[in-house]
């Protein structure tokens, strides 16, 4: 069957250049390969170079997908075989005795469970367009098509890309990055088909095991999608896909008119986890604007061969990872503790990291690719994460403009005039978005940007307390951690029944003293500490006390003297401070939308902005 939704062309538009045709087939799907055959038109050229991509926009990292590459080959349309030659690590050259069009076999292997790459197996295909498709160096406009031949159990195939007519499991690309753009699963899944303002949206699931909630999954992202529709105020796609891999792994990767989440079995099974998917759901969808069409310069068109620079992932992931969670909670889908309780969370992982002190944020967008996807026992003291510390910053930015304003205005209109002004082939320049702030908030920012996007001091909550009559939680234990008691200072795991350094962050007693990731803790003074013993022990101390530590580093026994530290004092915890004015709780009301603190209220929404559930989980051919 066709597994188009509304708003696919029948047939790829007239296009000037003709198309690579790809045909995806598994003949043996436990083995974890697909074999590809590609028809590339060479335009009478003597020879023709193809290139595969190093990379998936989204995730800044070289991945080098060429590598699980084998048996690439040439021929004419007869068979013949032609002359092919490896010219970089990504990159072949086939000679084409003067046919107009060749055909390139390979296979691919796909054995890694992520959003970006390929997984294959007896029941199923995730097929990622960077490490699949081989294309033409020269490839900019030129449609891609895609058949899929599918194992005889296997019954649909689903991706956000036009449906061809004709074939079953026929899809096009317009161009090579909407290829890259549009993963594609295959094999047997759940799939929930819902409409929400007039557009069609289908969560589908792999992997339900009769454990995952699907129906309730779909029902909330109807929910998800009218809130964020509500808060766009345009819908930039005729249809949304949603693929959901429950596979026990994690993570999601945003494209422009689909996403692919992966997550546990379990993950509607409790409050905490399913919280979790909901945030993760809304993440990716609020990049569908803000991400994929608001981008910046530097993200698109893209060099899918190198690494591609921006300095504006603050507002790509950190302004996303913030309104997930506000437009959750506006849809009513989080309670006020819970939406609280998350972006204490972002403030408490940026305030305990020792690495704000070292790296900007917009340093920290700049070295995506060698810090934050490359990270070590070190990274917490050298690197801040763009998600966590960008998403504090929306925080404050966002509460900044509604008090400068009055209540007025608020970052809310700052990303729908960034839409407006900036969606679309260009892209924004970074001190483009940060003069639109300014003009939002009729303001100069400048003290602020220099703290929060290119210094490293501390952040500044007080205004934004004040202005929302929050407070932090005053101390008490939390996280596992007694505020004031005496502590290394060291993150430990244990492994094999040792205890092992895991973690030593600058500034605490374990770094002064000379204590080393890797380390194992075999005694504390003349008394050996089991494994699941440091806590115990460390209540019979006090803060400042000297202590020696007996450590075995590469078996190696030694000694290290050192003061205990203290656990900190502070939480980062926000509540609303119970004096706070009338004013306040206005301020704070409007900034959190319509919901109250029940969820029931946005569930209660659902009948009436025409959600429609279709279960179509039968094995149809
Ligand atoms: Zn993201």
Wanted: aromatic letters at 10%; hydrophobic letters at 35%.
């Amino acid at each position: 069957m066709l597994e188009q939704l509304g708003g696919g062309s029948e047939d790829p538009s007239p296009h000037a250049m003709e198309p690579i045709r790809y045909t995806l087939s598994f003949p043996n799907p436990h083995t974890h390969y697909v074999e590809v055959r590609a028809e590339v038109p060479t335009a009478g050229r003597a020879d023709v170079e193809l290139m595969m991509a190093v990379w998936t926009p989204g995730s800044y990292l070289i991945r080098e997908y060429e590598r699980h590459v084998e048996n690439v080959s040439g021929s004419g349309r007869d068979g013949t075989a032609l002359t092919i030659h490896k010219t970089a690590k990504n990159r072949w050259r086939i000679s084409t005795d003067g046919a107009d069009a060749i055909v390139v076999n390979y296979r691919v292997y796909g054995h890694e469970m992520s959003v970006r790459t390929n997984w294959i197996e007896s029941g199923f295909a995730l097929i990622n367009g960077a490490p699949t498709f081989l294309t033409l160096t020269d490839t900019d406009e030129r449609p891609h098509e895609v058949t899929l031949t599918l194992p005889s159990t296997w019954s649909r195939s689903i991706s956000s890309l036009p449906a061809m007519a004709g074939t079953p499991h026929r899809f096009c690309a317009a161009t090579y990055e909407a290829l890259v753009d549009s993963p594609i699963l295959a094999g047997n899944p759940a799939v929930y088909d819902f409409e929400v303002d007039g557009k069609a949206h289908r969560l589908v699931n792999e992997g339900e095991a009769g454990v995952f909630d699907g129906a309730r999954a779909a029902r909330d992202l109807a929910a998800i999608a009218r809130e964020h529709h509500r808060f766009w105020g345009t819908i930039p796609y005729d249809s949304y896909v949603c693929l959901n891999l429950i596979t026990e792994s994690g993570g999601g990767l945003e494209h422009a008119s689909s996403a692919v989440l992966m997550t546990s079995r379990w993950a509607t099974r409790t409050r905490k986890a399913y919280l979790g998917w909901l945030e993760l759901a809304s993440h990716e969808f609020f990049h569908v604007w803000n991400g994929k069409r608001l981008r910046p310069i530097e993200l698109g068109p893209f060099d899918f061969e190198r690494e591609v620079h921006t300095r504006s992932l603050w507002v790509v992931e950190g302004v996303t990872d913030y309104y997930g969670d506000v437009l959750l909670h506006r849809a009513g889908l989080s309670t006020r503790d819970e939406f609280l309780a998350s972006l204490s969370d972002k403030i408490e992982t940026l305030q305990t990291t020792p690495g704000r002190a070292v790296q900007s944020l917009t340093n920290a967008s700049f070295d995506a690719w060698i810090k934050h996807y490359r990270q070590d026992e070190n990274s917490p003291n050298t690197s801040m994460s763009y998600y966590v510390k960008g998403a504090v910053v929306a925080f404050l930015l966002d509460v900044r403009i509604r008090h400068v304003s009055r209540g007025e205005r608020s970052l809310d209109d700052v990303m729908r005039a960034a839409y407006s002004r900036y969606s679309g082939s260009r892209g924004y320049r970074e001190p483009e978005f940060r003069a639109l702030v300014e003009d939002i908030a009729g303001q100069s920012l400048e003290t602020f940007w220099s703290s929060a996007l290119d210094g490293t001091a501390e952040l500044d909550y007080s205004e934004a307390l004040d202005t929302l009559g929050l407070r932090f939680k005053t101390a008490q234990s939390y996280a596992g951690r007694v505020p004031g008691r005496a502590t290394l200072g060291a993150v430990t795991k244990i492994d094999n029944g040792r205890l092992i350094i895991s973690h030593v962050w600058r500034g605490t007693a374990a770094h002064e003293a000379g204590l080393n990731v890797d380390d194992e803790i075999v005694a504390i003074d003349e008394f050996r500490v089991r494994a699941d013993q440091l806590d115990a022990r460390m209540e019979q101390y006090l803060v400042g006390d000297r202590v020696s530590i007996l450590v075995a580093r590469r078996d190696r026994l030694m000694r290290l003297d050192m003061r205990l530290g203290s656990e900190p004092l502070k939480t980062w915890q926000l509540e609303v401070d119970p004096v706070a004015s009338a004013a306040q709780r206005k301020t704070l009301d409007d900034w959190l939308g319509q919901s109250g603190n029940s969820i029931l209220h946005g569930l209660s929404l659902t009948p009436d902005h025409q959600f429609r559930h279709k279960k179509t989980n039968d094995f149809e051919t």
